[in-house]
């Protein structure tokens, strides 16, 4: 049975709604991608940033239960020197790789290292979206103003437009019709390569957003370890290494007179090494170093998933390219005299 053809304004004004849905769900993709590389840019940088924060406390601590591993001999002060070196030993011995710290700062350089290629590639990624993006907001544009045009058109003439009108409805239909493959290509290549990255990278920002989980954490403890407080207490156990010798050869009987003649309050530095172990005790290096090694694994995982993100970025280009073929073809392809017949509203 033939088909019945429809008059080219009715025909364009499908057309029209067709292409414009087409399009508009691709920049409802490529948008989607566009927010989550943003996301990337600072959640990639997660891996370094807590390995850089972990560096700045493994060599305190290091000494810090160095010191006090010496000191738990002495009288009155040994059994809180020898809690905290206890506490910190798995921490930060042996060495290397430094206990759980060194352990947890070597995989995260392996991450960071796994994700150099797409921490150096999103910017690669970045710009054919958003050049693409801006082409399909241009094509966006262009035909919603033909939408409305039309529209207005049958409206007005219904299936009997002046001829005028009418051959140029069926010349923007011809060039729509030509659009039809690069847009169909472009669609492919979202729904095909391009959901995939996003998916991918999705999965990524995750698993890196639960290691951001302990910034807040680790930031915590550096800072306390860079403040006054525990300033203080590291400075008196280098005192007190220093003297470490004689302080050994005074005895419990005057332990106390020793240390303050080299100018300590022995109950003070008790006081002071019990409120640190304390901190030390719950500082949860355990479960970050666990949960790192998960996210290695599966950051891994996805990653073999991933096309290399120059390919990503070669078909973006091209992508960007067919866009801007459509962006031409829509709004120079018809000409002056026919664009304004198709969207003068009167």
């Not at 399909?136 to 033909?146: H, S």
Request: aromatic fraction near 4%; proline fraction near 4%.
């Amino acid at each position: 049975m033939n088909q019945i053809k429809q008059p080219p304004l009715r025909h364009l004004s499908e057309n029209l709604s067709e292409i414009i849905g087409g399009v508009s769900g691709v920049d409802t993709e490529l948008k989607s991608v566009q927010g989550l590389l943003k996301d990337l840019k600072k959640t990639l940088g997660y891996p370094a940033k807590i390995e850089k924060d972990l560096k700045k406390i493994q060599t305190p601590l290091t000494t810090v239960q160095a010191i006090a591993d010496d000191m738990s001999i002495l009288p009155e002060i040994g059994a809180a020197s020898g809690a905290v070196a206890t506490t910190l030993k798995p921490l930060v011995k042996p060495k290397p790789p430094g206990g759980t710290i060194g352990e947890t700062r070597a995989v995260l350089h392996e991450i960071d290292l796994a994700l150099s290629g797409l921490k150096s590639g999103v910017d690669k990624v970045k710009k054919p979206i958003d050049d693409a993006r801006s082409e399909l907001g241009e094509v966006l544009t262009k035909l919603n103003q033909f939408k409305t045009g039309v529209d207005y058109l049958i409206s007005i003439h219904g299936d009997s437009p002046p001829a005028g009108i009418k051959n140029c409805a069926t010349e923007l239909n011809r060039i729509i019709d030509k659009s039809r493959d690069d847009l169909r290509k472009a669609q492919d290549f979202v729904a095909d390569k391009l959901s995939v990255f996003h998916d991918v990278a999705a999965t990524i920002d995750g698993v890196l957003r639960g290691i951001g989980d302990f910034i807040s954490v680790i930031d915590g403890l550096v800072r306390e370890l860079t403040s006054g407080p525990f300033k203080t207490l590291q400075n008196a156990l280098a005192k007190v290494e220093k003297h470490l010798d004689a302080l050994k050869r005074a005895g419990k009987a005057l332990i106390r007179l020793a240390f303050k003649a080299i100018g300590l309050d022995l109950d003070e530095l008790e006081k002071g090494l019990k409120r640190f172990e304390a901190r030390i005790e719950n500082f949860i290096m355990d479960a970050i170093q666990q949960q790192l090694d998960r996210a290695k694994e599966a950051l891994l995982d996805e990653l073999n998933k991933m096309a290399p993100v120059q390919e990503i970025a070669r078909m973006l280009s091209e992508f960007e390219r067919k866009m801007a073929a459509i962006r031409d073809q829509v709004e120079n392809g018809l000409g002056e005299e026919c664009t304004r017949k198709l969207t003068d509203l009167g």
